[in-house]
């Protein structure tokens, strides 16, 4: 199904926006309008924003700044979350997309979670023939980017 990935973006944006607020989230989207309408299942990529989002809140500490953008990148275009929390390791950062891996360090034992969220997200992107990026840095955030290929 062919779909306007801004919307998708926009869609989850607005459901989440002001249960964010009201939990002291700074939530923004910033958009990029020159994205085409590309192949992309709705229903399934706004599951993976919302797996991202869900764990941008969970691992948030006092900073708590969540965006969603969108934008091309070559051949793809992309929508990421970025958030303003503890971080991932690099030694973590490769496993963090296999099913039931949980990062063991820090203070995040209390967090909960069953470590499939990131495994969903990469087999919703892997179905779109699809790739992801992880930027992360341990005490400054994470910046997870989901690429759609513009052609698919």
């Known amino acids: ?14 459901s989440y926006k002001f249960h964010l607020e009201q939990k002291g989230f700074t939530f923004s989207i ?19 924003i919302v797996n991202l989002v869900d764990n941008a809140v969970k691992y948030s500490d006092s900073n708590k700044e969540i ?3 969108t934008g091309l990148e070559g051949a793809f275009a992309f929508v990421e979350v970025e958030d303003k929390g503890i971080g991932i390791l690099e030694k973590d950062q490769k496993k963090v997309f296999e ?9 995040i034992h209390s967090v909960k979670g069953s470590g499939l969220g990131l495994s969903i997200v990469k087999h919703i992107v892997d179905a779109h023939n699809g790739k ?3 930027n992360s840095e341990i005490g400054k955030g994470s910046k997870f980017r ?3 290929p513009l052609n698919s």
């Open 67 to 69: 965006t969603i953008r």
């Open 30 to 48: 910033i958009k990029d309008e020159t994205i085409p309408i590309i192949k992309i299942d709705e229903e399934a990529v706004s599951e993976a």
């Open 146 to 148: 989901l690429l759609f």
């Open 99 to 107: 099913k039931f891996f949980r990062v063991s360090s820090g203070n």
């Open 1 to 14: 199904m062919e779909s306007y990935l801004n919307d998708v973006a926009e869609n989850v944006y607005r």
């Open 132 to 134: 992801i990026e992880l």
